[in-house]
T-cell receptor, first 118, second 112 residues
């Protein structure tokens, strides 16, 4: 149980293009999903909290117009990196909170998406 | 000072040894404590979840929480080469906004 998938696992794009990353909870409903960014040999940095049916909450310093988040259903959240630039190259990881779980506030993570912007 | 401190390692141990990992934290609002394992270029995998002070055991893993000292530990018995990974502590709580705060991660290498 508590499986989270991400698609694609790896994407290479040209500078200036937009990239969409999907995050799905496969066997549970997730009213809340999170998007993280991780640079090599560093820990996860929370970018935003995605709530089903409402606007995402962004962490300080994260541009909401650049990182568009949509959480249209209880099992799907998407992150769109708009007009990507080489400095956006990173490992993007989503997580989902299982509101039915007895483990309060536990997040289950997806396998991550490696974005490379040329 | 970071909210959660974790030695980055690397921690190198021979196969079969006990791996000892720990984190210290400063925010008293943290109520829930987790340990995640992350292999290279993969997402973190939940290993242990604890709520109160004390010990919790699951197979070869033992998690300890000492809220009075703001100190948590993870022990891995009979370590295997497949345990080689980065281990991240994480914690959260309602008064902390229900967001996970991670330690920086400790890289562990178990040598056969």
């Amino acid at each position: 149980g508590a499986v989270v998938s991400q698609h694609p696992s790896r994407v290479i794009c040209k500078s200036g293009t937009s990239v969409k990353i999907e995050c799905r909870s496969l066997d549970f409903q997730a009213t809340t999903m999170f998007w993280y960014r991780q640079f090599p040999k560093q820990s996860l940095m929370l970018m935003a909290t995605s709530n089903e049916g409402s606007k995402a909450t962004y962490e300080q310093g994260v541009e909401k117009d650049k990182f568009l988040i949509n959480h249209a259903s209880l099992t799907l959240s998407t992150l769109t990196v708009t007009s990507a630039h080489p400095e956006d190259s990173s490992f993007y990881i989503c997580s989902a909170r299982d509101w039915n779980s007895d483990k309060t506030d536990t997040q289950y993570f997806g396998p991550g998406t490696r974005l490379t912007v040329l | 000072q970071k909210e959660v401190e974790q030695d980055p390692g690397p921690l190198s141990v021979p196969e079969g040894a006990i791996v000892s990992l720990n984190c210290t934290y400063s925010n008293s609002a943290f109520q829930y404590f987790m340990w995640y394992r992350q292999y290279s270029r993969k997402g973190p995998e939940l290993l242990m979840y604890t709520y109160s002070s004390g010990n919790k055991e699951d197979g070869r893993f033992t998690a300890q929480v000492d809220k009075s000292s703001k100190y948590i530990s993870l022990f891995i018995r009979d370590s295997q080469p497949s345990d080689s990974a980065t281990y991240l502590c994480a914690m959260t709580g309602k008064a902390a906004g229900n967001k996970l705060t991670f330690g920086g991660g400790t890289r562990v290498l178990v040598k056969p």
